[in-house]
């Protein structure tokens, strides 16, 4: 789980995204699956923690929620270091659910493009992005080269048909 953690996602943007966040991890520990959660924003190191079934530092984890990098936004930084992140972190290899929450479209460089989708074939991975974003009618191009589905919205709501296909992971 990714969310952009750029200043103009401060409030409740991005408070609503780690509930979400928050949410996913939680029904993952219910399932037994491996979660890890990615904050990024600019050109920062991401900030991230993983979530192994049956060994969680809640600790760890309400720090990580505190947080807030208050940077730029760049969606290449998810994807560009996503892949490399995946293995430092451990994460096992087989079916993997990704999503990216963010409230900007970014062009994304072709390389980069490339190299994530190998990584996400190798990784068996769906990629969801939700987009937060009160101009419905953005251009979505270079994510849609990532994702498997995206989705713009004016705002994270439980009730919402993209959040609710993300809880359905």
Not at 55 to 70: M, P, Q, T, V
Not at 101 to 124: G, L, Q, R, Y
Request: charged letters at 25%.
């Amino acid at each position: 789980f990714t969310i952009d953690e750029s200043g103009s996602m401060q409030g409740n943007p991005v408070e609503a995204a780690k509930a979400m966040a928050c949410a996913t991890a939680w029904m993952a520990r219910q399932q037994k699956r491996w979660c890890s959660l990615v904050a990024y924003s600019g050109e920062c190191e991401p900030r991230s923690i993983k979530l192994p079934p049956g060994r969680w530092n809640e600790w760890a984890l309400l720090d990580w929620l505190e947080k807030f990098i208050s940077g730029g936004s760049n969606i290449d930084i998810p994807v560009r270091e996503l892949p490399e992140l995946w293995y430092r972190l451990g994460a096992p290899t087989g079916k993997t659910d990704v999503v990216m929450v963010t409230d900007a479209i970014c062009h994304i460089p072709e390389e980069v493009i490339k190299s994530f989708n190998e990584w996400k074939a190798k990784a068996m991975a769906k990629v969801i992005v939700i987009i937060i974003s009160s101009r419905l009618d953005r251009d979505p191009s270079s994510i849609a080269q990532i994702a498997d589905e995206w989705h713009i919205v004016p705002e994270v709501s439980p009730d919402s048909e993209p959040v609710s296909k993300v809880f359905s992971i």
